[in-house]
């Protein structure tokens, strides 16, 4: 038992810094969705290559994030857009359903350089698959790991323990698997949260409600070029976008994104990238 809600999962010890120690949990409110899920497990291969192939563009070269100098404090309330005027774009991913589309999009960010947030559910086997190619790019800083809850419930058709413990669980995953601590970014799957789960994320750490002001609505199988146009879309300066880590199309189209973020001149950078952490 950890604050004051039971559990019946054995609580995992961690010594190391005593970084659970500070973890706690609360109570209580109103409702918001929109989505984010997915079934399936598509295959992919030589995804390297695939990368450049359907625009013929040299997918590398990229522009580099914003010195730290130009961080800032984070906003209250739920984070949506990134603030003020600028060429940013913040891409972030959710869930893993598909262990090799984990794959090629790290294999992705490692061949052109873009720097992403993945909104983990560690249910998923994908997130112990690709250690060997993810760790580097999370050590490093240019794939950021962010809590979506262990196993992508609804978090408002829940208990408040059970609310917390989707959090817990996940947070723990993530520290022993990556030793890092994903505090204080969280997005609620489907987008769904009301003044419970926030209190509950919010005493837990987790004070960053992370939503999204663009999609590229592959939370279903659409087919690539209808990702492709979703990215035309929304592939702006200061947009939050949203994709998944589920379904194949999007491993064919990278050579295409890539050109749109050239052509517009954005940065893509982490939410660590933007915001000063706590």
């Not at 350089?113 to 698959?129: E, K, L, P, Q």
């Not at 295409?256 to 954005?266: E, K, P, W």
């Amino acid at each position: 038992m950890i604050g004051r809600y039971r559990t019946t999962r054995p609580v995992v010890e961690l010594n190391r810094r005593n970084f659970l120690a500070a973890l706690s949990v609360a109570t209580l409110g109103a409702v918001g969705l929109s989505r984010c899920a997915a079934d399936g497990s598509p295959q992919v291969t030589g995804v390297a290559a695939e990368v450049a192939k359907p625009s013929g563009a040299s997918p590398v070269g990229l522009l580099p994030p914003p010195p730290d100098s130009a961080r800032v404090a984070l906003p209250g309330g739920v984070l949506s857009r990134l603030p003020g005027e600028g060429d940013l774009l913040a891409l972030t991913v959710d869930d893993g359903v598909s262990s090799e589309v984990v794959r090629a999009y790290t294999q992705f960010a490692k061949d052109t350089g873009a720097r992403m947030t993945f909104f983990v559910n560690g249910i998923y086997r994908s997130w112990t698959d690709h250690i060997d190619v993810l760790r580097p790019l999370v050590d490093a800083g240019q794939i950021q790991l962010a809590n979506h809850t262990w196993s992508h419930p609804n978090l408002t058709k829940l208990p408040l323990a059970d609310v917390a413990e989707e959090f817990r669980h996940n947070h723990e995953f993530l520290w022993k698997t990556y030793g890092i601590d994903a505090r204080p970014y969280f997005r609620p799957p489907y987008g769904a949260h009301n003044a419970h789960v926030e209190k509950v994320a919010g005493e837990l750490g987790y004070t960053a409600n992370t939503l999204w002001s663009g999609t590229l609505e592959d939370h279903v199988w659409i087919p690539a070029a209808d990702v492709v146009a979703m990215a035309d879309r929304y592939f702006t300066a200061q947009t939050i976008v949203i994709g998944h880590l589920n379904h194949e199309p999007v491993t064919e189209v990278y050579g295409q994104l890539v050109d749109i973020i050239r052509a517009r001149r954005l940065r893509t950078v982490t939410l660590n990238d933007v915001f000063v952490r706590p």
